[in-house]
């Protein structure tokens, strides 16, 4: 039996294997979009920070909020087959991005407009661990041992920088 043969059967998908598993080569555009996002969230922060040097906090937000809306706007323009939600949801759902957006970015923006950068991020990067936290004290979580460790030494951590940049 060659050497050829055997690599190849040894790389052959098994019984239990998935047909895109096998198929899969490569970085394709759902990696790079994952790449794309990560950058800009990562950005996010340094962008709000010279933005904020630039303009007043609410000025800030309300430019990036009606930015955001009008490129939103024109994507969901362009999908053309997707459903629209009816009339009752909408109300609903105007309400939630209000709620859960529009006081998100004021709280955001205001905490920006006050530590910087690195600092923010990182504390909204302890968003998780807070959730976790959260929903177990309301009994919808089970978190382990190993992941209570793991909160706390992720709390610790955003507790020692943050703490470092007092003074």
Not at 31 to 55: H, P, R
């Amino acid at each position: 039996m060659s050497s050829t043969s055997s690599a190849a059967r040894s790389t052959a998908p098994g019984p239990d294997a998935s047909p895109s598993a096998a198929t899969h080569q490569g970085v394709g555009a759902t990696d790079a979009g994952l790449v794309l996002m990560a950058t800009i969230w990562g950005v996010n922060y340094s962008v709000v920070k010279a933005g904020l040097q630039a303009m007043t906090p609410l000025s800030f937000t309300g430019v990036r909020m009606l930015l955001a809306a009008v490129v939103l706007f024109v994507i969901a323009l362009l999908l053309r087959e997707a459903r629209w939600p009816n009339r009752h949801d909408v109300g609903r759902l105007l309400a939630l991005g209000l709620l859960g957006n529009g006081f998100y970015q004021l709280l955001f923006i205001s905490g920006m407009a006050r530590t910087r950068a690195g600092v923010a991020a990182l504390i909204v990067a302890a968003g998780p661990a807070w959730i976790a936290i959260v929903s177990r004290l309301l009994g919808r979580e089970r978190v382990s041992r190993l992941g209570w460790a793991g909160i706390g030494l992720q709390l610790v951590g955003v507790l020692c920088v943050v703490g470092s940049t007092q003074g």
